[in-house]
């Protein structure tokens, strides 16, 4: 006999959400923190890459589509889990009980820190028309600014980590529950590499934080400065 199509809905928007949580979100993640940390190289290298971004054609329509529309989806149904979901953690001391509350409580954490990273960066960006090659030396002064405070980089600091977490933790939760990775010697291994992924993120991330709070560099635009 066929679920009920509640059952169907619920078990296709669990599916979907958790696909998003990996591609295009996870991708975006890694693809962000790893731009971000080109400024450990170097000023030039960092404003060449936001200049490389800000430049594409249909930029605007892109980040709707494939970042904030997926984002936004992916945290409402995330919001819908943990109000609807039975958080057990401290009643069944299990390892994966824990993980799941974490999951869910980064992922609320992840959420308040877009809305403070996007209100800091991209608003201001948009208010200001600080567009193509404007954007990079703009955007770095914010950020010079931000992590010249204690504040700043704290904010920074505890956003990073939740969202590698709740990525490195995603990553695990979607190879079981996509059948990828089956057995429980299969599942401890897996959690282990997808920890140290999580880490790399990790050290990427804290490693941009620490360059900008040690070398705050403004910039000029690389064309019609």
């Not at 923190?33 to 080109?38: A, I, P, Q, T, V």
């Not at 409580?105 to 996007?118: E, Q």
């Not at 010249?148 to 990525?167: K, N, P």
């Not at 990828?180 to 991330?205: D, E, H, P, Y």
Request: proline share 5%.
């Amino acid at each position: 006999m066929a679920p009920p199509p509640r059952e169907q809905a619920h078990y296709l928007l669990l599916k979907i959400h958790s696909l998003m949580g990996i591609v295009p979100i996870g991708i975006f993640l890694v693809f962000h923190l790893g731009l971000n940390s080109l400024r450990t190289v170097g000023p030039l290298q960092y404003q060449l890459s936001i200049d490389a971004i800000n430049n594409l054609p249909f930029l605007f329509g892109i980040e709707v589509l494939f970042i904030y529309a997926p984002l936004l989806f992916h945290s409402g149904v995330g919001f819908y889990i943990y109000f609807s979901g039975k958080r057990n953690a401290f009643r069944y001391k299990y390892v994966r009980n824990w993980m799941y509350t974490l999951q869910r409580l980064s992922g609320a954490i992840v959420f308040a820190f877009l809305i403070y990273h996007m209100g800091t960066t991209v608003v201001p960006k948009l208010m200001y028309g600080k567009h193509l090659f404007e954007a990079a030396p703009f955007l770095i002064d914010i950020l010079n600014v931000e992590f010249q405070t204690w504040t700043g980089r704290i904010i920074y600091l505890i956003g990073i980590v939740s969202a590698t977490f709740h990525f490195a933790n995603g990553l695990w939760g979607f190879c079981v529950s996509w059948g990828i990775i089956i057995g429980k010697t299969a599942q401890r291994n897996a959690s282990v590499v997808f920890a140290l992924v999580g880490l790399a993120l990790t050290v990427l991330g804290f490693a941009t934080v620490l360059e900008f709070s040690l070398d705050p560099v403004s910039v000029t635009p690389t064309v019609g400065g």
